[in-house]
């Protein structure tokens, strides 16, 4: 039997809709850009495929409700059965997409938007819905390239905007993992929002660290890309 989060996907009513443009932004990532055929809340995803043959997959919206277009980021995952096929997609082809969903959302409180790899692009959706004051986003990256949207990001959040590059060192990037940046820090905020989102190592390990740092687990919202 099919249960739980895979289950509840591969029944989601899915529309076919038009790809509306295909942008590669850098070696493994790509931007696609759907109709904008639903409301939705920035923070909130949607499940999509190519044919009913291949189980949806799940994609946050990277754009604003504002924006002309759905934009999804995604990265190409060699191994994996969907990635590589969207990647190869043109203008003009037929997706299957469901409504948006979700309930990793944004509000106007002080938070913290920490990520990994793609994991950013929900708080890219915040940001552009104006959601920047008090906001701080960590983002870890193994390679320079992995900074997705970073001239948005340092012109929306200036200082509040920090790098954490793995495997390389650049121009004020940290170089390290986001996870020893966040053990570095003496006293972390406690009364705010910290919010999770990217793989799941990071999101177990940044859980850790903040409830060891004393953060209340209520105020920690995780969103895990499986
Ligand atoms: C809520 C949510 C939001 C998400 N948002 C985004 C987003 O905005 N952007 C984004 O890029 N991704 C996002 N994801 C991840 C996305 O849904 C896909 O998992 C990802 O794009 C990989 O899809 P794929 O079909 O290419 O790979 P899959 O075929 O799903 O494979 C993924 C990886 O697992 C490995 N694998 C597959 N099957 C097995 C197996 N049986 N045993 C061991 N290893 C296996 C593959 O080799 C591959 O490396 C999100 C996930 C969730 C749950």
Wanted: proline share 5%; charged share 20%.
């Amino acid at each position: 039997m099919d249960t739980g989060l895979s289950g509840f996907v591969k029944k989601l009513p899915l529309k076919p809709l038009t790809l509306l443009d295909i942008n590669q932004i850098s070696t493994d990532a790509y931007i696609l850009s759907l109709p904008q055929t639903h409301d939705f809340l920035p923070g909130q995803v949607v499940a999509i495929t190519l044919d009913a043959s291949i189980a949806p997959r799940l994609y946050s919206l990277c754009s604003a409700p504002k924006d002309e277009t759905m934009q999804i980021l995604f990265s190409v995952k060699p191994d994996g059965l969907l990635t590589p096929m969207l990647a190869k997609c043109s203008k003009g082809d037929q997706l299957l997409v469901s409504a948006p969903f979700g309930a990793f959302l944004g509000d106007e409180q002080p938070a913290w938007f920490i990520a990994s790899g793609t994991g950013v692009a929900p708080y890219r959706s915040m940001l552009r819905a104006g959601l920047t004051h008090n906001k701080k986003l960590i983002h870890g990256g193994r390679f320079a390239h992995n900074f997705y949207f970073q001239d948005e990001f340092a012109t929306a959040l200036k200082d509040n905007y920090i790098r954490c590059c793995s495997q390389e060192s650049g121009d004020g990037m940290y170089h390290g993992r986001l996870t020893t940046w966040l053990q570095q820090q003496q006293q972390l905020p406690a009364h705010q929002m910290y919010y999770l989102c990217g793989s799941a190592e990071m999101v177990v390990e940044v859980r850790d660290i903040l409830i060891g740092k004393g953060i209340a687990i209520e105020r920690i919202m995780s969103e895990i890309y499986f």
